[in-house]
């Protein structure tokens, strides 16, 4: 398995402005995997963030509104840009554990609160 | 691209009860199948996999796959209030197979 600690744990912040989340694997994934999940609903992919390359993003998802920084094997960070009310939800970074078989882990999210 | 449903959206039952939840998919070329669960204000946690037609059994919890059919489910047997939770199916969504797309979830709730 494999274990992500994402912070902040919350946030508010006001529209228009962007904020961080960083994601900590406690050893080399090769993928980090970054969804997004409204009130206790589906998780929706974002994007995929490998290392020293662009992240690949989903329909719906931009590298202008949310930047994805992959700059080693243990470490990503998601920025919100110019965050909007509609962008309040939860965000989580998961990745794959060695010899798996693709199970996901997740982080424990990051709850946004835009106002 | 992966297409993948849930039902029911949520599900009361008493404890003691044997709960089923559905979930179908599209891309027929799928190899292997996932459910999730979610307990209220923390992440989703890999509850059981299956990878072959057929029938898994974990402790109370069962998955029967399909997959001509594109369908697989989730039965827990004798449920309990701990098992009150949002649960997830999820398939992958290319050949590459990192990726899963997921269902829109069942809320399960379980009364003692």
């Known amino acids: 398995s494999v274990l992500l600690y994402q912070k902040p744990n919350r946030d508010i912040c006001q529209s228009g402005t962007s904020l961080k989340i960083q994601c900590v694997a406690d050893?080399?994934?090769?993928?980090m995997f970054w969804y997004q999940q409204f009130q206790e609903q589906s998780l929706m992919l974002m994007a995929t963030?490998?290392?020293?390359?662009?992240?690949?993003?989903e329909s719906g998802f931009t590298k202008d509104k949310f930047p994805i920084s992959r700059p080693n094997l243990t470490f990503s960070t998601l920025t919100v840009n110019n965050a909007r009310p509609g962008d309040s939800s939860i965000y989580f970074c998961?990745?794959?554990?060695?010899?798996?078989?693709?199970?996901?882990?997740f982080g424990a999210g990051t709850r946004l609160s835009v106002l | 691209q992966q297409n993948v449903q849930q039902s029911p959206e949520s599900l009361i039952v008493p404890e003691g009860a044997r709960t089923s939840l559905n979930c179908t998919f599209s891309?027929?070329?799928?190899?292997y199948f996932w459910w999730y669960r979610q307990h209220s204000g923390k992440a989703p946690k890999a509850l059981m996999?299956?990878?072959?037609?057929g029938e898994k059994e974990e402790g109370r919890f069962t998955i029967h796959l399909n997959k001509a059919s594109l369908h697989f489910s989730l039965h827990i047997r004798d449920s309990q209030p701990s098992d009150s939770a949002l649960y997830l199916c999820?398939?992958?969504?290319?050949?590459?197979?990192?990726?899963?797309?997921f269902g829109g979830g069942t809320r399960l709730t379980v009364r003692p």
């Open positions: 998961s990745s794959r554990g060695l010899g798996g078989r693709n199970t996901l882990y």
């Open positions: 050893s080399q994934v090769v993928s």
């Open positions: 963030a490998n290392e020293g390359s662009e992240a690949t993003y």
């Open positions: 891309d027929s070329a799928s190899q």
């Open positions: 996999s299956i990878f072959s037609n």
């Open positions: 999820a398939a992958p969504n290319n050949n590459a197979g990192a990726k899963l797309t």
